[in-house]
């Protein structure tokens, strides 16, 4: 079957095809249920919220129901977070489905001020080490790939080149921490206007660090979001900076909600990083832009017009 074609005519079709299945739990029992659709072309992968008024609280509710509209994947930042018990159930209801585990973040707490990576302070060092350990024992659990790390604030009191310097030395210590268990950290610029005084801005920037520390568990997430506040050229950056590009993430500017609502064409950009040959995870790390259930159809439709490039 061509998994380009439009299946359903819109909201309405979507909305008036439920499904007869077995109960999921009160919330989920609850939930609006629609016929399954045809898997998205590229791995789009929701958070836990993002289809709530469906799906009802229960995480493994909400993947079910996103999994049935097509969804892939799934990412969680604060996956690390969560109980064991929790992670350990979640991991083994994405395995049941077949879907892939995205980003979660790695270091909270442990990027800023003194403990930036542009600080070259040997007790920051060990603290992100610290956090990076946990995160190997959590990729391990929900068969994750790659973990999202913040690099901090900038140190206006010293030069580019020496902040530079301190983190590719923290970036090269992460990575020999990781390259044996075969998690990639992937570093999030963040634009200023959200985020002011962060030391990691710029795409280029980023690719920099990653050619200067060579390891493969050291790329870029390339969050489309940040990027487009900070820089624009989408396109041309993503092709350019690709071969360091691990994970994208996506969200609409302004408002940062689904694509569609605001000056990005996800159609094209879309069709770019599928021209690349990327085969990896795309987060959906954005809000929805109307509130509830048909706010979420909405986010399922929006998909599906940026995904029939």
Known sequence: MDRRRFLGSGLAALAAAPLARAARGAAATAAAEVAPREEFR???????????????DDPVAQLEWAHDQGFTAWED????????EEQERIAAAMERLGMRMGVFVANFGTAFGDRSFASGREDAREAFLADLRQAVEVAK????????????????????????????????RGAGLCEEAGLVLVMEPLNPRDHPGMFLVRSDHAYALCKAVASPSVKILFDLYHQQVSEGNLIPNLRRFGDEI?????????????????????????????????????????????????GELAVVEAYRWADSF
């Open 77 to 84: 930042n604060q996956m690390a977070r969560r109980p064991v």
């Open 246 to 294: 691990a994970y994208y993430q996506i969200g609409d500017n302004p408002g940062r909600n689904e694509p569609g609502t605001g000056e990005v064409n996800y159609r094209n950009v879309f069709a770019a990083i599928h021209e690349t040959g990327y085969d990896g995870v795309l987060g959906m790390e954005h809000g929805n832009s109307a509130a509830g259930r048909e």
């Open 42 to 56: 590229l791995a789009y992968a929701p958070h836990f919220g993002t289809f709530r008024h469906h799906a009802g």
């Open 141 to 172: 659990r929900v068969n994750a790939t790659w973990a999202t790390i913040v690099l901090g604030t900038a140190d206006p009191r010293l030069p580019q080149g020496l902040q530079d310097a301190h983190a590719v030395e923290t970036l090269k």
